[in-house]
């Protein structure tokens, strides 16, 4: 008898591997195939967890792609140059010329100013006033589009830089002003995302651990019996934890799948939008890894919240 | 195997359930624990189940003081005992296999062990046949005896039982405390909550009296 005692207690103190392993896929499947049994309520729970989390990933995703956009308006910006009041015209469609060599640049035109107090005149409605300068105050403009390899700030600074040096050149001007602006509220915005995603993280872990819980009154007797034959704390909490993964594991899937649909509902009307300003943007998606990086956010969300309640309760049980 | 020394329970608001109660239970004994309700019967069978904690003495299981553990290993001194309760404790939503092999589960043995020993548990209590029967359609002293297998199954060197007959008619009483000796001859230690004194009687072994949280009588 007494040899017969100690083999059973064998398994439980030794560490075995394999039936650990098997304890933990067979409640891993377990878990899942309670959920089968409700799924109803299942996936009311998967649902508010993928809205919820839809609302801060799908904000990164627009700022994202206004990040994008607004580097693609640092491609076709232009830069006007204005010349010395005392360049000749002559001198001026020279300058035009050279610039249009010049490998950095992909079109450079010029604005011959009389023309433009002609034009100025005619749509200002200041005609009068301007009949009554003695000479033009306005200069030659000679306006520069830059090649499309040049297609960041520093690039682009430093071709300004350059055009400053020429003598004939007054000013440069490139207005990135409102680019600066654009970032800047952009900055702001992404600011703003994280906070929405900490507070609707614990929204998350709220979802979560109050679901758990009315799971564990529901399972009070099954917790008691199982209890009162043995089972270790681990044992007891590892099928709640499960709930919790597959909660924030389905969770976090279908909130990338609703921003990604709704990127693709906007993508249409957004690309005819921008064939109207020539522009060939188009909205992109979640990229893989920023998907990926949600859906672990949402599965360490799930396992947090049912440790918390879960461990809450069984602490409360233990004397 | 089981030894209560100067062992006293007071639970919070006042009310002494248990004062300075002395026994012991040898390796391989069989007793009653007997007392009206409010004796405190299932007071000392939950200090025993280490579901409550004495406020004085000593609880000695298998040479250990179970009072004293810590809550870690709570679970492994529970595996030395079966339990057996008036109610059953079944779980309802699994089938009559599943409720028996809980402890084995439980312990982490792998699925041929478990089967093998499920299997042994089931035919001692009759029940052989059964397995993927759910336990509200079997009677109720059938679903005893589910419990009374889910009890053996990892054969603990004791078992305990609390009211195991309550709600069952005298002659079915009679076969589940038939089955209690049969365990009790090879060996293993049963100790037994009842208020049936004919049945006790009838049986003739060693009884343990409560009153009023007193042990007033502890004779075989």
């Keep these: 008898m007494a040899s017969r005692r100690q083999n059973v207690q064998r398994p439980a103190s030794l560490f075995n591997l394999r039936a650990y ?37 799908g904000l990164l995703v627009s700022i994202n792609n206004l990040q994008s956009l607004s580097g693609q308006i640092d491609l076709n910006n232009n830069i006007s140059l204005f010349l010395n009041q005392t360049v000749s015209l002559e001198h001026a469609t020279k300058l035009t010329g050279s610039l249009n060599t010049d490998e950095q640049v992909a079109q450079a035109v010029l604005i011959n100013k009389q023309e433009a107090l002609e034009e100025f005149r005619q749509y200002s409605g200041f005609g009068s006033a301007i009949s009554t300068l003695g000479s033009n105050p306005l200069p030659h403009v000679i306006q520069i589009t830059p090649i499309a390899s040049l297609n960041n700030r520093a690039a682009l600074e430093l071709l300004v830089n350059e ?26 915005a992404q600011r703003g995302v994280s906070i929405i995603t900490i507070l609707l993280g614990f929204a998350v872990l709220l979802i979560v651990s109050n679901t758990i819980r009315l799971e564990l009154q529901n399972r009070r007797d099954e917790i008691d019996i199982t209890r009162l034959v043995g089972a270790t704390r681990a044992f007891i909490m ?82 | 195997m089981l030894q209560f020394i100067n062992v006293s329970k007071r639970y919070p608001g006042g009310s002494d359930a248990l004062k300075n109660v002395n026994f012991e239970l040898k390796k391989g004994e069989m007793a009653f624990l007997t007392g009206h309700s409010g004796a405190g019967k299932s007071t000392l069978l939950k200090l025993i189940a280490i ?11 298998d040479n250990q003081n179970i009072g004293r553990i810590s809550q870690r290993n709570v679970p492994y001194a529970r595996r030395k005992i079966g339990m057996i309760f008036q109610d059953h404790r079944l779980l309802h939503d699994h089938t009559v296999f599943d409720n028996v092999a809980l402890p084995l589960i439980i312990a982490g043995l792998d699925r041929h062990e478990v089967q093998r020993r499920v299997r042994a548990a089931l035919d001692k209590v009759g029940l052989l046949g059964k397995e993927q029967r759910y336990p509200i359609t079997l009677s109720g002293g059938e679903q005893q005896r589910i419990g009374i297998a889910r009890a053996v199954v990892n054969r603990p060197p004791m078992i305990l039982a609390d009211e195991p007959t309550g709600n069952l008619d005298p002659a079915l009483s009679e076969e589940i405390m038939q089955l209690f000796e049969q365990f009790n001859q090879v060996g293993v230690t049963v100790l037994i909550a009842s208020h ?4 006790i009687e009838r049986m003739g072994y060693r009884t343990l009296q409560l009153s009023q949280g007193e042990m007033v009588s502890n004779h075989g």
Excluded at chain 1, 26 to 40: E, M, N, Q, V, Y
Excluded at chain 1, 264 to 281: K, M, Q, R, V
Excluded at chain 2, 196 to 199: E, G, P, R, T, V
């Design chain 1, 238 to 319: 590892r099928p709640f934890i499960y709930s919790g993964f597959w909660y924030g594991f389905l969770g976090g899937i279908f909130a990338c799948i609703l921003v990604n649909l709704s990127v693709w509902l906007i993508d249409g009307p957004t690309s005819s939008l921008s064939t109207l300003y020539n522009s060939a943007f188009s909205l992109a998606f979640m990229p893989l890894t920023h998907a990926i990086l949600w859906v672990l956010f949402s599965i360490s969300l799930g396992i947090i919240g049912s440790w918390i309640v879960v461990s809450r309760y069984l602490s409360e049980l233990e004397n």
């Design chain 1, 21 to 57: 392993l098997l304890i933990h896929l067979h409640t891993f499947f377990s878990s899942l195939g309670r959920f089968s049994r409700a799924p109803f309520n299942f996936m009311m729970t998967v649902s508010v967890i993928a809205i919820t989390l839809s609302l801060p990933s």
């Design chain 1, 163 to 188: 055009l400053k040096q020429q003598p004939d050149i007054q000013l440069v001007q490139m207005d990135m002003g409102w680019l600066d602006r654009l970032n800047g509220i952009l900055n702001i």
């Design chain 2, 196 to 199: 049936d004194i004919s049945l």
């Design chain 2, 51 to 61: 579901l409550e904690r004495s406020t004085q003495g000593q609880v000695m299981l």
